[in-house]
C-alpha cells in the first residue's frame, strides 16, 4: 500500500480509503453481516488500508458499532478513523442539521459506537441552510479543542458554500476543513467544474466517494442489462448513469484493462490515483474478493496518453443536479 499526507496536514493516509457504509442492514444491498463485515476491515488493515470512514446515519450507528468492535485492540495510533455528522438520527427536534448541539451530541456518541477516545477526521455530511457556518465551525473547533477530534472535514456541496466555510474559519480563527469528500469518477466529472478547483487552490485533501460510479465502472453491466441485485437494483442514482456518453467511457476503461491485464475497477480507481489533487478514493467492497481487487489499483500506472483515451468522451459539467444537492 502507498501513503500520502492528507491535504495540508502531516497525517499520512492509505491511497485507498475503506468505506463502511456496506456494513450494516438499513438497505437491502448492505452486508448485513457483521462477521462478514469484520473480515473485510481486518483485511484491509493487513493490506495496507489505514483509513477507515463512517456516519453516523449509516444504519442509524451501526455501521460506526461494527468497525468500532473490530478496532477493538488495535493499536489505534496506527489507524485513521473518520466519521460524519448531518443527517438525522431520531424523530424529535435536533436530531439532525449541523447546530453547535447536534454537532457536540452526535460527536459523544459517535465515540461511544466506535468505542474511541477521539475522531481523527469528524466531517459535515452537507451544507446546513438553516444553521450559520460560523455557529458549526465554532463547534467543531471546540471538538478539537477538547482532545474529541483531530480535524475536521466537509462532503458534497456547492463550491461557494465550501468557499464561504474556509473563509469563516479564517476569518475567525475557527478550525479549517483540511478534506473534501465529493461524488468523483470517470462517469461522475461535474465536480471538477464545482468544488475540485477550489480544494486544489485551498490545499484541501480530496476523498472522492463513489469512485467506481455505483458499480457501473467495475464492467459488470452492459446496456441492454436491467440489474438484479446489489445497490443498483434499488439506486435510481445508479440507472442515470446508463447513458450512452457513460457506455462509451465503460468501453475505454474496458480496452484499456484488457490491455494491461487489469480490471475495469483497478484502470477506474488508478485514474482518480493519477489525479494530483486527490488523495485517498473511498472504495465500499461487499466480499474480500472485492477488496482484494480494488487495492491492486495502487499498482497499476497510467501515461498521459491513457488517461486522455479515458477522459476523451466525456466533458465535465456542472449543475445543480448533477451535483446531487
Not at 477521539?118 to 463547534?139: G, M
Request: glycine share 8%; charged share 30%; with cysteine.
Amino acid at each position: 500500500m502507498e501513503y500520502t499526507t492528507l491535504g495540508s496536514t502531516g497525517m499520512e493516509v492509505s491511497r485507498l480509503c475503506l468505506g463502511c457504509m456496506n456494513f450494516g442492514s438499513a438497505q437491502p444491498w448492505m452486508i448485513d453481516d457483521e462477521e462478514r463485515s469484520v473480515e473485510i476491515i481486518d483485511r484491509a488493515i493487513d493490506l495496507g488500508i489505514n483509513f477507515l470512514d463512517t456516519a453516523n446515519v449509516y444504519s442509524r450507528g451501526e455501521s460506526e458499532e461494527i468497525v468500532g468492535r473490530a478496532i477493538e485492540g488495535r493499536d489505534r495510533s496506527e489507524l485513521v478513523l473518520a466519521t460524519k455528522v448531518y443527517g438525522p438520527m431520531g424523530e424529535g427536534p435536533n436530531q439532525q442539521g449541523l447546530s453547535r448541539k447536534h454537532v457536540i451530541d452526535q460527536c459523544e456518541a459517535s465515540l461511544d459506537r466506535l468505542g474511541t477516545d477521539y475522531i481523527d477526521l469528524y466531517q459535515i455530511h452537507r451544507w446546513d441552510d438553516d444553521t450559520p457556518i460560523e455557529e458549526t465551525l465554532s463547534a467543531l473547533s471546540y471538538l478539537v479543542d477538547e482532545g474529541l477530534v483531530r480535524y475536521i472535514g466537509a462532503s458534497t456541496m456547492m463550491g461557494w458554500q465550501f468557499m464561504k466555510a474556509l473563509g469563516a474559519s479564517d476569518l475567525n480563527d475557527h478550525e479549517r476543513f483540511v478534506s473534501m469528500q465529493p461524488e468523483y469518477s470517470l462517469v461522475d466529472r461535474h465536480e471538477e467544474e464545482n468544488l475540485l478547483p477550489v480544494c486544489r487552490d485551498q490545499g484541501v485533501g480530496v476523498i472522492p466517494w463513489s469512485p467506481l460510479g455505483g458499480g457501473f465502472l467495475t464492467g459488470k453491466y452492459d446496456p441492454d442489462d436491467e440489474p438484479e441485485e446489489g445497490r443498483a437494483a434499488t439506486d435510481e442514482h445508479t440507472h442515470e448513469r446508463f447513458t450512452e456518453e457513460n457506455w462509451a467511457v465503460l468501453d475505454a476503461v474496458r480496452e484499456l484493462a484488457d490491455e494491461k491485464d487489469a480490471s475495469p475497477a483497478q484502470v477506474s480507481l488508478a485514474w482518480l490515483l493519477e489525479k494530483e489533487v486527490v488523495d485517498s478514493p473511498i472504495i465500499g467492497p461487499r466480499s474480500l474478493e472485492h477488496l482484494e481487487e480494488n487495492a491492486g489499483a495502487v499498482s497499476v500506472s497510467l501515461t498521459d496518453e491513457e488517461i486522455e483515451r479515458l477522459e476523451e468522451p466525456k466533458t465535465p459539467v456542472w449543475s445543480r443536479a448533477t451535483g446531487d444537492l
